[in-house]
């Protein structure tokens, strides 16, 4: 069983010097890191499926149980090595801080009893005026957050977790002896 395991982590080794090489060029890419995570948990998965009789008839009955943790350890160091590249190239530090400092200057304004006279702002689509729009500040800058980054962030990110829970409940169901 210990060849076994140490077979597959070498591949795994393997996987993520690969991984590496290539995360410069394809990190611009809005689902990478679900996807790579994504290949990791089905890899997995299928070494499950397909090799579970081979240990149980072998090793005996409920061993895969073993070989499973020790997959799992491994799976859960590469899952590690993922998000934590996520975490630094999505710049998910910075953009929590930005949202968490982010004024909401126009929806406080909505909210106060004699609320100001309303703005008209020029757009910068269309050059026309609008009424009632968020002014930018008063130093001139307008110190907005980029919401598309932030919904394309949010939408791998609950990729990730649905793929997670769905590989969580394939191996509580494989575990089951």
Known sequence: MRYYCRKKS???DAMYSSFSACLMLATSSAMFFATTLTALFENIARIVETHASIVDRFYGTGKMVRVIQRLQGECDRQGGIILDSLWDDRHIQRK???T???AFNFLVQSFLP???APT???TAVDG???TNSPSPLANGTDETIDSKAID???NEIAVILARWNLYVKFLAINCQV
Do not use: G
């Open 10 to 12: 070498s591949c795994y």
């Open 114 to 116: 004699n609320p100001p």
């Open 120 to 122: 008209q702002v020029r």
């Open 128 to 130: 026309r005026f609008r």
């Open 152 to 154: 394309t962030l949010l």
């Open 100 to 102: 968490k400092s982010y």
């Open 96 to 98: 929590l801080a930005e």
